[in-house]
């Protein structure tokens, strides 16, 4: 791998000024493309997408985005690649970065992510794994700023499982420098080592109400995450009845507090059936977000940080 090579497993990536950075640079892709401008800085450049899990809005946003930029994107799932048939992590990633650009992975291992990156000689992109969803929290602060400014001390409030998304909001807390209360139930909290990190800056509480007080930003995600389908009768029981986003608890945040979800949303479980119509809802903003700032983190870990483009 050549030394110079910029990964993004996580958000601890890139610095909190690069972070910053990337944000900006995703809105101004975004008014750039709402403007028809054309640019395209990946002209003849091809990016690899490997998935193990299957995916609505990272393939269209990450497809579509190295389109808009001039260049193609190659779909590879487990039945199109050796990877499935068992070839080491290794091997594949060496003869992937030999033929394209820059790489995306969607999977569920990240130890296995992080070795594949190790053996590239291109960047490669964490598109989600089981711990951690880094580009997701790409476009959740892009739609923050667009529409509140900074969320520098600012209240931001997840409400569920310490999933991969929850984990990778415990990083934003601390690259992008807000507090961040995260309401669960017992046996459902973030891995410990995590959250004992980031300490200064993270707290645990057990009631909805109570967390979202005043808070400037409610995030959720579903009850159950992809492979953990077996498990979702035992979680509607943990969480059912006080884990749910509705208006009336939004009511109890700033009011000028937003609502975001990753998608997809189930109606009735993690939020009510009307939270996605609320006019402090975000979500639709958020979705399309991911396709303007992965071009802009593409664009950053392929050329850097470009005083002259456009």
Not at 35 to 42: C, K, Q, R
Not at 79 to 103: F, N, Y
Not at 130 to 152: N, W
């Amino acid at each position: 791998m050549d030394a110079q090579t910029r990964h993004f497993m996580t958000l601890k990536d890139l610095s909190p000024e690069e972070l910053d950075y990337v944000i900006a640079r995703a809105i101004k892709l975004k008014s750039m493309r709402n403007e028809a401008v054309i640019y395209e800085p990946f002209k003849n450049q091809v990016l690899g997408m490997i998935f193990e899990k299957s995916s609505t809005r990272t393939r269209v946003s990450f497809e579509a985005g190295m389109t808009q930029f001039g260049g193609s994107a190659i779909f590879l799932s487990p039945r199109d690649t050796q990877l499935g048939r068992g070839e080491p992590v290794e091997d594949s990633a060496r003869v992937i970065s030999r033929m394209v650009d820059i790489i995306m992975v969607r999977t569920f291992d990240h130890q296995q992510l992080e070795h594949f990156a190790s053996y590239s000689n291109v960047p490669v992109i964490n598109a989600l794994t089981d711990d951690f969803h880094p580009c997701q929290l790409l476009a959740d602060m892009q739609t923050y700023v667009e529409q509140r400014g900074s969320i520098k001390g600012k209240t931001v409030v997840w409400i569920g499982d310490g999933n991969n998304m929850c984990n990778s909001y415990i990083n934003a807390a601390a690259q992008f420098d807000f507090q961040l209360r995260i309401a669960c139930p017992e046996g459902y909290e973030p891995p410990a080592a995590l959250v004992e990190a980031h300490a200064d800056r993270v707290t645990i509480l057990r009631d909805p109400a109570e967390a979202v007080r005043g808070a400037d930003l409610i995030t959720t995600d579903v009850w159950a995450s992809m492979g953990q389908e077996e498990e979702q009768k035992e979680r509607e029981a943990a969480f059912a009845g006080v884990y749910q986003v509705s208006p009336a608890l939004m009511d109890l945040a700033h009011p000028e507090a937003i609502f975001l979800h990753c998608l997809p949303a189930h109606r009735g479980e993690e939020i009510s059936e009307d939270m996605l119509d609320d006019p402090r809802s975000a979500v639709f903003d958020q979705a399309e977000n991911r396709l303007h700032a992965q071009k802009a983190l593409m664009e950053f870990l392929v050329f850097g940080i470009q005083k002259h483009i456009p």
